[in-house]
């Protein structure tokens, strides 16, 4: 492989079957990044994003990793992907930014309808995974990771305005997932 975080070394089991696992970066993410350089990141003219305590709907973007004012991790862990998911026939499909406001709730327990590599990159989150903690949720930092294969229920509590990025990864289909 090449020059990666290592992140999915001793994890082929996992996604061979499909099982969740959560790490961390091997940097220090907080002090690295701060909420006004990830909105600009994302918007050059991001005039009513810069407060990060206002209700504010989710933002995304698909591709993110390849904009040029994208952070470094970014690109790395969608090479480290690519490397890895390609060879299960899967192929990483969309790369969201996102940015919630503190009011702005989040989508129920819920799965998806593909693999979802999550990173946490400012502001903690509570994250309840099927299967690691199915009754409370735990403290989702920056700097931490969840892989959760396609058709795990989840479900993100956000208590601020926060930046994660969402990695899908789309494999064969698999029908007993929506049932």
């Known amino acids: 492989m090449s020059d990666n975080y290592g992140i999915f070394e001793d994890r082929e089991e996992n996604i061979r ?23 600009t990141m994302m918007d050059s003219h991001p005039n009513d994003l810069y407060d990060r305590n206002s209700d504010k709907m989710r933002i995304g973007l698909n591709s993110f990793h390849s904009r040029g004012s994208a952070p470094d991790f970014a690109r790395k862990i969608y090479e480290e992907m690519q490397e890895v998911f390609t060879l299960h026939e899967s192929k990483i499909t969309n790369i969201a930014f996102s940015g919630f406001g503190r009011a702005s709730g989040s989508y129920p327990w819920h799965k998806d309808s593909m693999d979802v590599f999550l990173v946490q990159v400012i502001s903690t989150v509570g994250l309840k995974v099927e299967g690691i903690n199915d009754n409370e949720p735990f403290d989702f930092e920056p700097g931490m990771y969840a892989y959760l294969p396609r058709g795990t229920h989840h479900q993100v509590f956000p208590r601020e305005s926060r930046v994660s990025f969402s990695f899908g990864v789309e494999g064969s289909p698999d029908p007993s997932i929506y049932y």
């Open 17 to 39: 079957t499909k099982t969740p696992f959560i790490g961390r970066l091997p940097f220090d993410m907080g002090s690295t990044y701060n909420w006004n350089e990830f909105m």
